[in-house]
């Protein structure tokens, strides 16, 4: 892929962003990362989805530095930093998409896991999307971003879990993030993730004790699309309902 062409995917995708209904004015951001060629592309902090082009999008070195030759007229998201933690950790991560939708908030600032209750959420997620740890008040006086992403993946390498299988975190008190092997797999995990979490949501109101479904079951849907023995490999399985032009 030709660095005009991940410019080209970065713009869209997050335009995808208030077409799904997952934000609202600027509230959220979505990147693409080279690694051969040590870029990340992502949104600039600030500017209307309407207004995004290939012309004004941010790319920046793996330091978070703007690239000699690059026209760079807008700063970088302020989540770059956060961004920057997930790639640096989480080889398997080529797109990162976050959002303050509705009800992946509403489960970050209660901070609350979603558990896998049925099968929606297993054809997509390995396990429970996990809420992170909170920050200490120094982490969040120092370094804030770059701590917020190291949160996640703190939580990830303690826990062991895959953030291959995973792919998603709610940040504690802020919202949700996912990644995934392009731009538009992780903006499909972004919508799946609010869908999933607006069941989740209903469920523990009325009841609030439920629990998750069997494990066999919730490994049954996840393994028969993800993995060396998939078999259901046709459907939209994490690859994204919308394709770059």
Same mark, same amino acid.
């Given at each position: ?26 509230? !959220? ?34 330091? !978070? ?16 930093? *956060? ?32 558990? /896998? ?6 054809? =997509? ?26 949160? *996640?993946?703190? =939580?990830? /390498? ?24 392009? /731009? ?12 999933? /979490? ?24 996840? =393994? ?22």
């Amino acid at each position: 892929m030709t660095i005009q062409e991940l410019k080209e995917m970065v713009v869209e995708a997050n335009k995808e962003l208030p077409k799904r209904r997952v934000v609202l004015y600027s509230w !959220g951001n979505v990147s693409g990362i080279d690694r051969e060629r040590e870029i990340i592309v992502i949104k600039p902090v600030g500017i209307p989805y309407e207004e995004l082009t290939v012309e004004n999008v941010s790319v920046v070195d793996f330091d !978070g530095n703007k690239i000699p030759g690059e026209k760079n007229p807008l700063n970088p998201s302020v989540d770059l930093d *956060i961004h920057r933690a997930l790639y640096e950790n989480f080889s398997s991560c080529n797109a990162i998409v976050h959002t303050h939708s509705t009800f992946a908030t509403v489960m970050a600032q209660l901070h609350r896991d979603v558990p /896998c209750f049925g099968t929606t959420h297993a054809d =997509y997620f390995a396990g429970s999307v996990p809420c992170v740890d909170a920050l200490s008040e120094e982490e969040i006086i120092h370094n804030y971003e770059w701590n917020t992403g190291m949160a *996640i993946v703190k =939580y990830f /390498c303690e826990h062991k879990i895959d953030p291959a299988e995973v792919p998603a975190a709610l940040s504690v008190n802020h919202g949700p993030f996912t990644w995934g092997e392009d /731009c538009w797999d992780a903006v499909h995990k972004a919508v799946v993730l609010e869908e999933i /979490c607006k069941m989740a949501v209903h469920m523990l109101a009325i009841e609030p004790e439920w629990q998750p479904i069997p494990k066999v079951m919730s490994d049954k849907h996840y =393994y028969r699309k993800h993995g060396a023995n998939a078999y259901f490999t046709n459907d939209d399985h994490g690859h994204g309902m919308v394709r770059s032009k």
